[in-house]
């Protein structure tokens, strides 16, 4: 079932729209990129795509683009720590008060399950995020168990042509709403 999907009271700009047809990037340390490794990938933008970190606690590092440099989207990848040699990846795009994921292959591992519990809290707690937007291929094997997995933790479907969404192909969204106390300002942000 999908929803009629409504934070933001507004579609995407033609300006942000051409800023979310770039996909979240892989980071160097994962393997799970759709097109093989990103490592040789050249940048039309140089050292401003570098991520920085932003924010690590317990098992949990967030690396961003330069914070400073109030670019939007902004790429945030969260780093999950399993074991000392195993971590679990989300990747994403913040843009406009929402933060879009890429589903990463595995996602339905108990560690990556996890993750995505820190990733939320994190985002909900130091961010000015309203909504959170996972994404998958419509082609994966796993879909089904991906739309029960996430509609099980709160995520709904988000209509296809809903003006919100950014122009990525044969793509699945669902949608995690963050509801905000009208006093709560979170203590940091992005």
């Not at 924010?55 to 949990?60: R, V």
């Amino acid at each position: 079932m999908t929803v009629p999907w409504r934070p933001g009271k507004r579609g995407i700009t033609y300006k942000e729209q051409e800023d979310l047809t770039l996909r979240p990037r892989c980071c160097l340390q994962c393997s799970e990129s759709l097109v093989g490794l990103h490592r040789g990938r050249s940048s039309k933008q140089g050292d401003q795509d570098q991520l920085k970190e932003l924010y690590s606690a317990g098992n949990l590092t967030v690396l961003a683009t330069d914070p400073l440099l109030h670019q939007d989207p902004v790429q945030l990848d969260f780093h999950f720590r399993l074991t000392p040699q195993t971590s679990a990846h989300w990747h994403g795009l913040l843009c406009d008060h929402r933060l879009f994921l890429d589903i990463p292959y595995r996602a339905l591992d108990q560690g990556s399950r996890e993750s995505l519990a820190a990733t939320l809290e994190y985002v909900e707690e130091k961010t000015n995020v309203d909504s959170v937007l996972v994404n998958f291929q419509n082609n994966r094997n796993d879909r089904g168990a991906l739309l029960r997995a996430f509609s099980y933790m709160g995520f709904e479907v988000v209509r296809p042509d809903h003006p919100a969404l950014p122009p990525w192909n044969n793509v699945i969204f669902m949608v995690y709403p963050l509801e905000r106390d009208l006093g709560h300002l979170p203590s940091e942000t992005p």
